[in-house]
């Protein structure tokens, strides 16, 4: 495993870290924390940029610079530091990409210098490494522009050396950073008036800030993988999605709308509230904010006492959750997602997913009926007639998009007393290429023949773990390792998700095609599954890379190319 | 399109008085540490004249706008980033200065400085 340890997960965890001298593998695990936290917060980041061309995204670039840096270093057992932390600095330097990635390297490339001949981080060679990283970025440029991450990264080294006088601790020390790069972070405006003017900081800074709270957040063990405060517009607020994420406890929903008297401090705004309850979402729109909160029934009034505090509250809308739980449980075992209706001669398409995700975007691309089922859980030929004996047409289509339902689907076809023809479609994404060709008012043989040809339009992955140890297609695979499909044929077994994916994509050519679209199954994390996406993005940049709920059991992925 | 004609007059931007404005803007990128003569004479005559364009070069051709950047390039930084980092830069403050689109920047990295020091 390269994941090093979750910190809410360990008791005592906390105590430990703090006790144990900083060295090689110890720093590994704050780098990855630096990573995790920066990639959780980067679409921040990129919305403050404001400097139309130079850096386009600053967050994404200083992700991909971080992540090419931690690749070099995840797989690494070194205890000795100086190696580490050049080995990071040189990750970082090849994979820099833009102005910020670029300073972000130098920064790191000052780190490795401060850090050569040390076993350990202590406090003093903490605070020498951000000296020597500021002395470092700022050799790269002639005429330093001040208000940038360059001043950030100034600020943090005098505060850190001041800081030496009170404490030696390295996570002490660490604390002082963060706290001056937030401090640092928020002056940039006042030095540089293109901030000023489109009122934001500087991104860059900030981006820089996250590496380091991403660390400090690590040691402290708080999570890594909600982001802090963001802010969307009040239109792409969307509530339905919290309904899913409703936990234990929390049984009321709060949604306030109000205008502050005094500019909001989102970040102080967000932990506030994060003591009363949890799925908060803060909306902005010319001045006006909306809150939305689930609070337990004993706090329901405090959110809005609270907001009454800080500003002119307009509107205030309060739900017991509970009930309306309810309520959709009742109507989505009667209606699950939304299908397309048929009408009375048309041709109608019946098609078997694995997952609800996977369910929701054949339904959105016009399957009339879904069959639950997949590798391990074959329905059976009744339950596919089932669903389309019912239907007011006699023109039918079934995709089983799996080797294992197409006798059974081919034998509900030959039972009914309606025209009905399957599709072989052996996978989900050739079932969704074959459903993109049906024309439901066209002629029966030609459709059918069109959507059969289309099964060859896309190349699929499936990516799962081994239930046994065999030897299959020439390929050796013991039980737990990941194994990796495509079309259907055994191509590898690894033990990472990452090599699996682009092992892949490398075999199915991914280079010829457009578009990849991952469908991600119910038993992976979705940082997870924006790391593996970043990497793929970073290795086929020409493609465009979709990323969608699956929620498919089993299969970590399936994987389109189209 | 550096000749604009109004109905009190015309504008006319000489290929030097971009070149400035390019000179400054790739100075202020980062990874830039110095720009570089393209050939010995140009050396000669910056060691003379203090050139304000030094290393910028602006040509036309019919309507149309090309740069050409020599930099140096601070030794450690990777210089893909940083060369389009500049071109990117470049483009932005000559185009917001002079309201017109460059059809092409070139930047040739003429040279690395290793600026090494003792720590």
Known sequence: MTTPPQPQETPGFVEKLRQEPIDGLAFKNLAFAALTWLRTNHEMVNALNVFPVPDGDTG???????????????????????????ALAQGALMGARGNSGVILSQLWR??????????????????KAFAVARDTAYKGVVRPVEGTILTVAKDIASATEKALAITQDPYEILEIAVEEASASVERTPELLDVLKDAGVVDSGGKGFFFLLDGMLRFSKGMPLDTAVASVK?????????????????????????????????????????EKMGTSIQIGEGEGMYRMHIHVPTEKRYEPIDYTMSIGTITKVHIENLLA?????????????????????????????????????????????????????????????????????????????????????????????????????????????????????????????????????DVETGEITIATRTVEIDGV??????????????????????????????????????????????????????????????????DLEVEIQNGGQPHYQFIISIE | MTNETTPIGSIHVAPRAIATIAYQAAL??????????????????????KDPTHGAEVSYTGQYINIDMYIIIEYGTR??????????????????????PINEINVHVQGLRISEFES
């Open chain 1, 324 to 456: 309306q739980m309810e309520d959709i449980e009742k109507s989505s075992k009667a209606q699950p997602i939304k299908l397309t209706p048929v009408e009375p001669g048309q041709i109608a398409v019946i098609t078997v997913a694995p997952g609800p995700g996977i369910a929701n975007v054949f339904a959105s691309l016009g399957a009339a009926a879904i069959v639950e089922g997949g590798q391990t859980m074959n329905p059976s030929t009744q339950e596919i007639l089932q669903t389309f004996e019912n239907l007011p047409t006699d023109r039918i289509i079934i995709l089983p998009n799996n080797k294992n339902i197409f006798m059974a689907a081919k034998a509900a076809s030959e039972v009914t007393v309606k025209q009905a023809a399957v599709i072989p479609s052996r996978t989900v994404p050739q079932g969704l290429s074959a459903l993109l060709r049906l024309i439901p008012n066209g002629d029966f043989d030609a459709v059918v023949a069109d959507m059969e040809s289309a099964l060859g």
């Open chain 2, 79 to 100: 210089i893909k980033s940083v060369a389009s980092s500049v071109a990117n830069t470049v483009r932005f403050h000559v185009e917001k200065s002079l309201g017109v």
């Open chain 1, 60 to 86: 994404t670039n200083m992700v991909l610079t971080m992540q090419s840096a931690y690749n070099e270093i995840k797989n690494s057992p070194e205890r000795s530091i100086e190696k580490i932390a050049n």
């Open chain 1, 476 to 541: 050796n695979v013991n039980e737990g390792e990941i194994i990796v499909l495509h079309n259907g044929k055994l191509i590898l077994s690894t033990d990472n998700l990452t090599t699996a994916c682009l092992a892949f994509l490398e075999k199915a050519a991914a280079d010829d095609f457009e578009l990849i679209t991952l469908f991600y199954g119910a038993d992976i994390q979705k940082a997870e599954v924006n790391q593996i996406a970043d990497q793929i993005r970073e290795t086929y940049a």
């Open chain 2, 28 to 49: 202020r990128s980062y990874g830039v540490v110095g720009m570089a003569s393209k050939n010995v004479v140009d050396g000669i005559a910056h060691l003379l004249t």
């Open chain 1, 110 to 127: 000052g780190v490795a210098r401060a850090l050569d001949g040390k076993d350990v981080l202590d406090g003093e060679t903490f605070a």
């Open chain 1, 233 to 273: 517009s009040l239109s792409a607020l969307n509530f339905d999605n919290a309904m899913e994420t409703v936990e234990e406890g929390q049984d009321y929903e709060v949604v306030v709308d109000f205008r502050p008297h005094e500019p909001l401090i989102l970040e102080q705004f967000y932990s506030d509230l």
